[in-house]
């Protein structure tokens, strides 16, 4: 089982940044990849950035590649997301997740542990 707490939401204006932490405790956290995903008013869940247990790998929604950078310390148990060019359309509750998989994976069922969620809100 896997602990995650998020942080470092908020209120922001469209264009600028903001910079997602999640902490974990439990499973090593070196032997999983770890993913974010975000869910808006009246959207289903879907999935923004993943990253492999090492760091190496990452992949990006098609929405957010180039704004957003997805990176992990593991000595911190800690993944982050750096959120630059933010725009109206990525007000949403940001959730962390932790993979069954090593490697990186984007589909939402192969995550079984979730975070409470952070809101991130981007006024235009």
């Known amino acids: 089982q896997v602990q995650l707490v998020e942080s470092g939401g908020g209120l922001v204006q469209a264009g600028g940044s903001l910079r997602l932490s999640c902490a974990a405790s439990g499973r090593t956290f070196s032997s999983y990849a770890m993913g974010w995903f975000r869910q808006a008013p009246g959207k289903e869940r879907e999935f923004v950035a993943t990253i492999s247990w090492s760091g190496a790998n990452t992949r990006y929604a098609d929405s957010v590649k180039g704004r957003f950078t997805i990176s992990r310390d593991n000595a911190k148990n800690t993944v982050y997301l750096q959120m630059n060019s933010l725009k109206p359309e990525d007000t949403a509750v940001y959730y962390c997740?932790?993979?069954?998989?090593?490697?990186?994976?984007?589909?939402?069922?192969?995550?079984?542990?979730w975070g409470q969620g952070t809101q991130v809100t981007v006024s235009s």
């Open positions: 997740a932790a993979a069954t998989t090593r490697e990186i994976i984007t589909g939402p069922r192969w995550y079984d542990n």
